[in-house]
């Protein structure tokens, strides 16, 4: 793969982004990245608690999740809410929205240096899980 110059990156850049005069906002069709946001995503086929997300817990303090849920014609989208002190996680689910049942359920905890958001779905049949979290510095 050939290496970008600076002048390919900023014309990249100039190209993405607008100027919106009217709102006096910067705008973009593309996702952006930066350290406190992060999506993702993951189908699973078991009922076995596995970790959606982890993250630095010496980094970050709280975080908030949107997560959306679908198996089948089924679907589930909690956002959750969380917070912890460098050894116990506090965590709640509210603005759960469902087609029929739960399609998983979510716990937290701290092991080693990374908060864990664990997923457990509710059934063996294929269930795509994504999120999107924003972190709050510690």
């Known amino acids: 793969q ?52 982890t993250f630095a817990h010496a980094s970050f303090r709280a975080a908030r999740y949107i997560v959306a849920m679908s198996e089948g014609s089924d679907f589930h989208s909690t956002e959750i809410m969380l917070i912890h002190d460098g050894s116990s996680v506090t965590l709640t689910s509210y603005g759960t929205l ?23 779905p509710a059934s063996s049949s294929s269930t795509t899980i994504k999120f999107d979290r924003i972190v709050i510095d510690a």
């Open 2 to 53: 050939m290496a970008k110059s600076n002048a390919f990156k900023l014309a990249e850049l100039i190209r993405v982004f607008q100027y919106n005069t009217v709102s006096d906002e910067i705008e973009t069709d593309k996702k952006t990245k930066d350290k406190n946001k992060k999506s993702g995503d993951t189908t699973k086929t078991a009922t076995t608690e596995f970790n959606l997300d």
């Open 98 to 120: 469902k087609s029929s049942s739960a399609l998983a359920t979510f716990d937290a905890d701290i092991s080693g240096g990374n908060l864990q958001l664990k997923c457990t």
